[in-house]
Nanobody
Framework: QVQLVESGGGLVQAGGSLRLSCAASGRTFSSYGMAWFRQAPGKEREFVAVIIWRSGNTYYADSVKGRFTISRDNAENTGYLQMNSLKPEDTAVYYC??????????????WGQGTQVTVSS
């Protein structure tokens, strides 16, 4: 079983940066993909990015491509989401998830508690 804990959210002005962390305890990520999703008020939870833990391959939603970078630290069993050039529409609760990889929520069976990111204009 993998337990996930996110950190790093907060309030930032438009154009600013934040880095989110997702620390895994228990079983390691090595056989999983780790993804970030986000959910804004009144909206569905949507895919942001995923990293395939073993290969390091990454995939991004079009809305964040070129601004966000997903990465991992194998030794620390921690994943990261570096968010640059933030926009007000990036405001959401961000969740990390562990699963088989891909962009569908149904592919992930472990979720963190979420961390709030608020971008002011």
């Amino acid at each position: 079983q993998v337990q996930l804990v996110e950190s790093g959210g907060g309030l930032v002005q438009a154009g600013g940066s934040l880095r989110l962390s997702c620390a895994a305890s228990g079983r390691t990520f090595s056989s999983y993909g780790m993804a970030w999703f986000r959910q804004a008020p009144g909206k569905e939870r949507e895919f942001v990015a995923v990293i395939i833990w073993r290969s390091g391959n990454t995939y991004y939603a079009d809305s964040v491509k070129g601004r966000f970078t997903i990465s991992r630290d194998n030794a620390e069993n921690t994943g990261y989401l570096q968010m640059n050039s933030l926009k007000p529409e990036d405001t959401a609760v961000y969740y990390c998830a562990a699963g088989r990889g891909g962009s569908a929520k149904s592919l992930y069976d472990r979720w963190g508690q979420g961390t709030q990111v608020t971008v002011s204009s």
